[in-house]
């Protein structure tokens, strides 16, 4: 199974001046939460990937490992 390249979504959030609280609320949630997410200490959910990807303006694939 695939897993989430935490490190490719830092570095591309990063790489289009996103902050973490950019991010947290095109996924409708809270920055903590995104945080935890972006460390790896929640996992992403499925449903999730997509808006991720949009934002990140990448392909789904990209964002795997």
């Known amino acids: ?3 989430v390249n935490l490190t490719f979504i830092r570095k591309r ?3 289009l ?3 973490q609280e950019d991010l ?3 996924l409708h ?3 903590t939460v995104y945080n935890r997410r972006e460390l790896g200490q929640v996992n992403f959910k499925a449903v999730e990937i997509p ?3 949009k934002r ?3 392909k789904m694939e990209q964002l795997y490992s």
């Open 17 to 19: 001046n996103l902050t």
């Open 56 to 58: 990140l303006k990448v």
């Open 13 to 15: 959030r990063r790489e």
């Open 24 to 26: 947290a609320e095109c």
């Open 1 to 3: 199974m695939p897993t």
């Open 51 to 53: 808006l991720l990807a």
């Open 29 to 31: 949630m809270p920055r």
